[in-house]
Structures are given as structure tokens and as C-alpha cells.
């Protein structure tokens, strides 16, 4: 099996510097000026090795730091929806049950995406689960994240969610709703909808976005859960979701996961 490019760094850098080491003393030792030669040629290779494996480490270190703050990221706005959730689970608790057209109404849309926002997300996946649990049908929810951008600049967020937003939009069906749950995440509630056709909604949303003229450049991830399979509360359902694209993302981007059976 081929190692790894850094262990291959290392065994360079550490042969070669053997190999100047041996040369200098038997150079010394003999008094030849050639071995001499052949000592500092090694010691360059030596040092431009060492100097290759810093900075494929580096490299690394960045990429994992970046990754374990997307994690984060990810991690503190579903905490941040998991809460919204339980406030609506509360309220419905306590009075009786309104259309989600009342809040959509108080809190319009998201202007970046043209989606809907946390809170209605909040309202529309307890009402659907409700639904879904009277009428013994199933319901999904899809949580796409864009790939890559969790360090770039605000006006880059802003470009990326308004065509992700516009291609949900126009993937999805009319029964269908999606709103904006994150910075950069995009949460769908697929109504009557079960594991196998949330994965095939989200591979099209998925497929719209890399054949659109930006797809070399943008993709997303996405994350599948499904009522009852995957869990049987809106908040859970969620949360598995949240894990699957979790998921998605540790096995590379551009990738649609599943969350595990409950």
C-alpha cells in the first residue's frame, strides 16, 4: 500500500539526512572533497523534505481547525432551532393549535434566500409531524448546508444562499416548504414524503445546483430524516437530520447522508 504523502516527506527528509551524515564523516575521514559534495547535496534534499512535510502538516492543521468550526457552526443553529421548537411545542401546549400562515405573516421571508425563516421552520415541521402522526403518513426533513464557504465574506454568503434558495425553490414541490435555518443552511419539510423520495428531492436539489452555471464552484450537503423511521418528534427529527448532515460533510461535500434508523 502507498504511504501517505507526509510519511513519504518524512522517510525522504530522514534518509536523506542519513545520507549527508554518513557522507560528511567518511568525506572527513577519507579527506575526499567529492563526498563532501554529495554530503551538502543531501543535506539540501534533507531540508527541502522537512520543509515540504511542515507545510502539507500545516496544511492540515487548517483544514481540520476549519472543519471543526463548521461543525460548531452547524451545531450551535440547531441548538439555536431545537430551542425555537421546544418554545413552539410550548405554546401549542398551552392553547390551541394556529396555521403557520399567521407567523408567516409576522415574520415574512428571509430577504437573502426568498425562503421563509427559523421560526416559521420551527412552526411548519410541528404541524407536519402532527399531521403526519393523525394521518399515519410520513413527512421529511432535509437540512442542506453550502459547502466551503463557513470563512468567506459576508457578500459571498449572500450570492451563494440567494441561488441556493432560487434552486430550492424551483426543485421542490408546490406542497413542499423550505426556509432559511442558519447562515448557511437551508432546511426542507417534505410533506407525505418518505426516506427514499427525501433522497431522491435532495439529490435533484443537489443535481439542479451543479448543472446551473455556478456548479463548478458552489455545492451543498444535505442531510435526510423521516418521520417515523428516523424519529417521532419534531425536535428529534431535526436533530437526526442535523446529524446526518454531519455526516454528509465528514465523508467530503456534495454529499446526501441518511440519518440511522431510530
Excluded: K
Excluded at 549527508?20 to 579527506?31: I, K, M
Excluded at 472543519?67 to 431545537?82: G, S, T
Excluded at 441556493?164 to 426556509?179: P, Q
Excluded at 428529534?236 to 446526501?256: K, N
Amino acid at each position: 500500500m502507498t504511504p501517505p504523502m507526509a510519511d513519504r516527506h518524512l522517510l525522504v527528509s530522514v534518509g536523506a539526512a542519513l545520507a549527508a551524515l554518513t557522507a560528511g564523516v567518511v568525506a572527513v575521514v577519507a579527506g575526499a572533497p567529492a563526498l563532501g559534495v554529495v554530503a551538502g547535496a543531501a543535506g539540501v534534499v534533507a531540508g527541502a523534505a522537512g520543509a515540504a512535510l511542515a507545510a502539507q502538516v500545516r496544511s492540515g492543521e487548517e483544514r481540520l481547525d476549519a472543519a471543526q468550526h463548521d461543525v460548531q457552526r452547524l451545531h450551535r443553529e440547531l441548538d439555536a432551532v431545537a430551542a425555537i421548537l421546544e418554545e413552539e411545542a410550548t405554546r401549542r401546549a398551552s392553547g390551541p393549535e394556529g396555521p403557520p400562515e399567521a407567523l408567516a405573516g409576522e415574520h415574512a421571508f428571509d430577504e437573502t434566500t426568498g425562503l421563509f425563516d427559523e421560526r416559521y421552520f420551527a412552526v411548519l415541521v410541528q404541524q407536519q409531524v402532527a399531521a403526519a402522526r393523525r394521518s399515519l403518513r410520513p413527512v421529511s426533513v432535509v437540512l442542506f448546508e453550502v459547502d466551503g464557504l463557513a470563512d468567506a465574506d459576508e457578500g459571498t454568503h449572500r450570492q451563494a444562499l440567494a441561488v441556493i434558495g432560487d434552486v430550492v425553490r424551483r426543485t421542490l414541490r408546490e406542497s413542499d416548504a423550505a426556509c432559511r435555518v442558519g447562515d448557511l443552511v437551508v432546511g426542507a419539510i417534505l410533506e407525505d414524503t418518505p426516506e427514499a423520495g427525501a433522497v431522491w428531492a435532495a439529490e435533484r436539489v443537489r443535481g439542479t445546483l451543479l448543472a446551473s452555471p455556478v456548479g463548478d464552484a458552489l455545492t451543498v450537503s444535505a442531510g435526510v430524516a423521516c418521520y417515523p423511521t428516523h424519529a417521532l418528534g419534531a425536535a428529534e427529527l431535526v436533530s437526526q437530520a442535523g446529524r446526518a448532515l454531519d455526516e454528509a460533510r465528514a465523508q467530503g461535500s456534495d454529499r446526501v447522508e441518511v440519518a440511522p434508523d431510530a
